[in-house]
């Protein structure tokens, strides 16, 4: 179980990440990023193993369309 010395806030995930918070919080609200866990003060708090995720290739950009796709 996770204790709160492991959670990190968006501000910490932030500056790890070498991206701002709003940057963060953009991603998650157009779909790029998954959302952040909560804290029961509602605020966004991350994982080591979040963070980690959040460093791989590819997450965090947008999904594009294939040319001449209607979809």
């Known amino acids: 179980m996770l204790s709160q010395h492991d ?14 918070a ?17 804290s029961s003060a509602e605020w966004r708090v991350y994982t080591p193993e979040d963070i980690e995720r959040l460093r791989r290739p590819g997450v965090g950009e947008r999904k594009r369309r294939p040319e001449g796709s209607d979809e």
């Open 22 to 38: 709003s940057r963060l919080r953009l991603g998650e609200r157009c779909g790029t990023l998954p959302r952040a866990r909560r």
């Open 7 to 20: 959670m990190r806030t968006i501000s910490e995930a932030a500056e790890a990440l070498s991206v701002s």
